[in-house]
């Protein structure tokens, strides 16, 4: 009698992550472009004092300076500070020099926005070396070719590789096995975990949970008033868990943006005005990869972490920010129809299904045309003055 051996269990192996995340990329970029203004207390932002702080240097952010703070506020606290107007065009253009690097070193590339990105290396370790050895000559080369500085968080997960990024900055390596998790994350700050927001990390530290270790043991008693129906998922985010695939950018399947916001959304006007904001800025980047959209959809995230998503096909497609924006705000308005007091925490736009041209709708042309002009122009003052330099007027006033 035969016997016959079992099938050999081969398991994958174990994926090495790095999150790259530029040191203050826009105060950087204007510090190397203008030596005038290097050591000093740099502010990319709005010079009116009405604005808003779009990036800080290091030797700024010394006096309690930080990003989306009010001008006015920072000039308070470091009243030196050189305040200058963003160049989105400039930092767009030195973005795309930081991304041909990564993809020297692996073709899955994630980009998160102009200045950090994923990049999963597991299987360009035979041929460039392990996790480090790739995280310092990605680190090199972008300090020989480019005269900027990057902190790298090396893992077996993005959610993990993107903690670790941020806890050496700037110009950091920081390297997290396996077998290092619990140890390293244990003892940070809840406020550390990414997507938790800052309300909901005061919430959650107000409850007693202060630190990632004492989310990841705490019972179900504690995290359901919490987190609700979603409580096991911050618990495992909590410990490190994280399946997540590196999903390329570049492979131009989705082009979307979104943000979380401090305080739940419950102006239904105000959630248009945002998602118009974002339309725009998705918009935006599909024009300047010379692609067109054949389906819109939306992201919504409640006050109780539950997220949905919407979307539709469009019979032409586009890179219009009027149309994407109509659109967005039908799907937002379907979604708020059969909804009693809504609370919303992170909205998001998306676009998918690209062609590099599109067949043109002849009776739609004079609308088309109309709105192509006016990005165009926008796309122009943006690039002179900034991304902030035009937003919708609605946005503009509610924010005020």
């Known amino acids: ?48 004092g009405r604005g808003v702080v779009a990036a800080a240097s290091y030797e700024v952010r010394k006096f309690g300076v930080r990003s989306a703070m009010p001008i006015r506020r920072a000039l308070a606290l470091c009243p030196a500070a050189v305040c200058v107007r963003p160049r989105m065009a400039r930092y767009a253009e030195v973005s795309a020099q930081v991304f041909a690097i990564f993809r020297r070193y692996t073709p899955l590339v994630q980009g998160l926005s102009l200045d950090e990105a994923y990049l999963d290396v597991t299987d360009s370790r035979l041929l460039k070396g392990d996790g480090v ?3 310092k000559e990605i ?18 997960n993005k959610l993990v590789a993107k903690i670790a990024s941020d806890l050496d900055k700037p110009d950091g390596l920081t390297v997290v096995t396996a077998e290092r998790i619990q140890p390293i994350l244990d003892p940070l700050p809840v406020k550390r ?7 909901k990390g005061e919430e959650v530290a107000a409850a007693g949970l202060r630190t990632l270790g004492e989310l990841r043991l705490a019972d179900e008693q504690r995290l359901r008033p919490l987190f609700g129906k979603h409580w096991l998922e911050w618990r495992e985010r909590a410990a490190g868990i994280d399946d997540r695939e590196v999903v390329p950018e570049h492979d131009d399947k989705s082009v979307s943006n979104e943000r979380t916001f401090d305080e739940d959304l419950r102006d239904p006007a105000l959630m248009h005005a945002e998602l118009a904001a974002l339309a725009d800025k998705v918009a935006a980047r599909l024009r300047a990869k010379n692609l067109r959209a054949g389906c819109i959809g939306i992201k919504v995230r409640t006050s109780d972490f539950r997220t949905l998503t919407r979307q539709l096909t469009v019979s032409t497609p ?7 924006a109509e659109r967005a705000r039908h799907l937002l308005e379907a979604w708020l129809a059969g909804i009693d007091r809504p609370r ?10 690209f062609h590099e041209s599109a067949q043109q709708d002849l009776f739609a042309e004079p609308e088309r045309v109309r709105n192509e002009k006016l990005d165009e122009t ?8 900034g991304g ?13």
């Open 193 to 199: 975990l990414p997507g938790l927001g800052r309300k």
């Open 378 to 385: 926008l796309d122009k003052i943006r690039g002179k003055f």
């Open 133 to 135: 050895q790739i995280a």
């Open 139 to 156: 680190k090199q080369a972008i300090r020989d070719e480019l005269q900027l500085t990057a902190s790298v968080g090396v893992a077996t």
């Open 1 to 48: 009698m035969s016997v016959v051996e079992p099938e050999p269990i081969i398991r994958p192996p174990e994926r090495t992550i790095l999150h790259v995340d530029m040191d203050a990329f826009y105060a950087s970029v204007e510090q190397r472009d203008q030596p005038e203004l290097r050591g000093k207390p740099l502010i990319v932002g709005g010079t009116s």
């Open 388 to 400: 902030a330099a035009l937003a919708p007027a609605s946005l503009l006033k509610r924010r005020r």
């Open 344 to 353: 919303v925490r992170l909205l998001g736009v998306s676009t998918s299904q």
């Open 318 to 324: 586009t890179d219009e920010s009027r149309v994407i």
